[in-house]
């Protein structure tokens, strides 16, 4: 079970333990997604359509919220708003309680494991199996069913979910009651709009089209659910839509590209991002949970800024320059403090240095003068240099340190 | 032509035979190579690592700098890619003409053949600023294959990261060593004696990791190469 609580360590540290070599299967499954897309001659005006549509439902996410809420009504739903995961798990909690006996199954979605419905719903004494595999035949007789969702259309009410083996399908005919939890920004407008989404999501995770796409629609008399429950989750959502910048992170629709490509997820796992891996992780959940704990303020700083996500994005998230932008918030909030880091007063001093002709050159020439007195080769390969270098030569020889700067050859040269 | 070089802050400091490989190779196709001497820093390192304010001094500075000239070159794609991406972010004005070695030599000088010699056997690591910011394509590669006496090796995964990362090299040292020694296994797979790339930066991991376990195999920038006559002359130094 995925804790919910955000990680107290540092990215790096974390990362140092969980240091794997991929197996063949992450190869395998970048290869599918890369022939899944060279199909599509228009895929790039699809991903184009697909930013534009994101960003249009998140402009007018509240008027859309609304407008889901209506639909849902009118279907004969209910909507219950959280405003965090605790909330949601009370909600939750209390509509299964009121479902009465019976068994209990789940359609998990990532969101319901980050919430940990299940474990809520156990310390209530409400036993959540698993829906799927050697559990299906407990569906037969499952009064609830609690379940994730991929996108919810505002115009209908209607939730739509993506899924292997059409265990949604059988949530959807069997229990009683049917409680849905999705994030405020899972929103498409209208119907018709899946068109776009429905070639994206599944081409982007290797597949030409989902094995199951799944819709339900409020109740129906005599058929299906006799209560069902949408849980809109805000968690973090609305305050990360005040950041112009971070906010195209909630374009996501969840497809998992950018962490098949992430050269650094390949390596370190899902444990280090906490509570959302990958590169999609490291943007949103400093901006869910803020930048103030030192996990949360390192995530930005756990990528190369390779780019790799960007290029496989379906919805065109530019993962690299929401980092460097969230890597300012954490910089802005750390000038704040009364003593400065040592990398704050670090930075300043380098721009400050390079901020003019002359004292650039009396750094340079200091730093080359330093070079020639050490012996050669003692710096290059010295592991107990102080601070930051020391990182640098534990496993990395320096550059041998030149005689002089290229301008003094070039000032010589003249 | 005219061209102004911006040799980089890296380069000055610890590679100045990138720069002066630079010199040599423009100069040899007949162009006049000027060096503004108030230059500095482009300001790469302040905005990656988030020092938005640092940073936005030195665009203006740069701006300031190589604002007059027609056309500026500079050895190091990363650096391309900030002045042309982030600095007009920063200034809020059209950034000066910069290009990226490759981009000048083949799109403005129009030349893929620059009259190089370099008997070795190399690989190119397309950095991931060259591959996806400044999007080179397969200039290099063209320039490359054009040079006399050099035996071309395929690097697998090449596209792949090489993990310096600029800050995350010491941020996250461990992870940015595993996926150097990714890169290393790779570079040494092939039996290459060089590794060459755009960016210095990228080179000084990798090639640190590569003198570190003493494999022999070195790593130059690709101005070195096509700087190298085979006589023995600049562009042929280590």
């Given at each position: 079970m995925v804790t919910p609580l955000p990680l107290p360590v540092r990215f790096a540290d974390a990362a140092r333990t969980t240091l794997a070599v991929p197996g063949s299967e992450e190869a395998d499954s970048r290869r599918r997604r890369a022939e899944a897309v060279a199909e599509l001659p228009d895929w790039e005006e699809l991903r184009h359509a697909g930013e534009e549509l994101r960003d249009r439902t998140l402009r007018h996410l509240d008027t859309l919220l609304e407008t889901l809420e209506a639909a849902v009504v009118r279907a004969g739903g209910t909507v219950h708003w959280a405003r965090d995961a605790a909330e949601a798990r009370r909600i939750v909690t209390r509509l299964a309680s009121a479902a009465g006996g019976g068994g209990a199954v789940e359609l998990p979605s990532p969101l319901t494991r980050r919430i940990d419905a299940a474990g809520a719903l156990a310390a209530a004494g409400i036993t959540l199996h698993r829906a799927?595999?050697?559990?299906?035949?407990?569906?037969?007789?499952?009064a609830l069913a609690v379940s994730g969702a991929r996108f919810l259309v505002a115009e209908t009410g209607t939730v739509v979910a993506f899924e292997p083996d059409g265990d949604a399908r059988m949530c959807l005919t069997l229990p009683r009651t049917l409680i849905t939890v999705a994030g405020?920004?899972?929103?498409?407008?209208?119907?018709?709009?899946l068109e776009v989404l429905l070639q994206l999501l599944p081409r982007s995770a290797g597949e030409r089209m989902s094995p199951y796409v799944t819709m339900w629609t409020g109740v129906t008399p005599d058929d299906g659910p006799r209560e069902f429950h949408l849980v809109l989750l805000d968690d973090g959502r609305t305050a990360a839509l005040s950041d112009g910048t971070g906010?195209?992170?909630?374009?996501?629709?969840?497809?998992?590209a950018c962490l098949r490509v992430c050269p650094v997820y390949k390596r370190v796992g899902d444990d280090p991002y906490g509570e959302l891996p990958g590169p999609i992780g490291a943007i949103l959940t400093p901006q869910l949970r803020g930048i103030e704990a030192a996990h949360e303020a390192s995530l930005p700083f756990a990528?190369?800024?390779?780019g790799a996500c960007a290029d496989v994005c379906p919805v065109r998230i530019d993962i690299p320059d929401v980092l460097v932008h969230l890597r300012a918030r954490v910089v802005e909030s750390r000038r704040r403090h009364p003593v400065p880091t040592p990398e704050l007063a670090l930075m300043r001093a380098a721009a400050w240095t390079m901020g003019d002709r002359w004292r650039y050159e009396r750094a340079l020439a200091r730093a080359t003068r330093w070079g020639g007195l050490l012996p050669g080769g003692l710096l290059r390969r010295l592991p107990v240099l102080p601070l930051l270098l020391g990182r640098w030569t534990d496993a990395r020889d320096l550059p041998a340190l030149p005689d002089r700067s290229f301008r003094d050859w070039w000032k010589a040269r003249r | 032509m005219r061209v102004a070089l911006f040799v980089s802050c890296v380069n000055d400091a610890l590679q100045p035979r990138t720069g002066r490989a630079v010199v040599r190779l423009l100069e040899r196709l007949g162009h006049e190579v000027v060096f503004e001497p108030a230059q500095t820093c482009c300001g790469q390192m302040h905005w990656t690592t988030g020092y938005h304010r640092e940073a936005a001094g030195l665009a203006a500075r740069f701006a300031g700098v190589?604002?007059?000239?027609?056309a500026v070159v500079t050895p190091s794609a990363s650096c391309a890619a900030t002045v042309r991406a982030v600095h007009p972010r920063l200034t809020g004005g059209a950034p000066p003409p910069v290009y990226e070695l490759t981009e000048f030599l083949v799109d403005v000088l129009g030349v893929t053949d620059v009259g190089a010699c370099y008997p070795r056997k190399v690989v190119y690591q397309p950095t991931c600023h060259s591959l996806?910011?400044?999007?080179?394509?397969?200039r290099p590669l063209r320039l490359l294959r054009a040079v006399r006496g050099l035996e071309f090796a395929e690097l697998p995964d090449a596209e792949e990261c090489c993990g310096f990362g600029g800050a995350f090299a010491l941020k996250n040292a461990d992870t940015s060593v595993a996926l150097g020694a990714d890169k290393v296994r790779h570079v040494r797979g092939t039996g290459a004696e060089v590794v060459c790339a755009v960016d210095d930066s990228c080179l000084a991991h990798i090639g640190g990791m590569l003198s570190r376990l003493r494999t022999g195999v070195r790593a130059v920038h690709l101005a070195q190469i096509l700087a190298a006559t085979g006589s023995g002359g600049e562009g042929e130094e280590w």
């Open positions: 799927g595999g050697p559990a299906r035949e407990r569906l037969l007789d499952a405020i920004e899972q929103v498409v407008p209208r119907l018709r709009d906010r195209t992170a909630l374009r996501c629709v969840g497809c998992e990528s190369t800024l390779c | 190589f604002g007059r000239h027609e996806r910011a400044t999007r080179l394509g397969d």
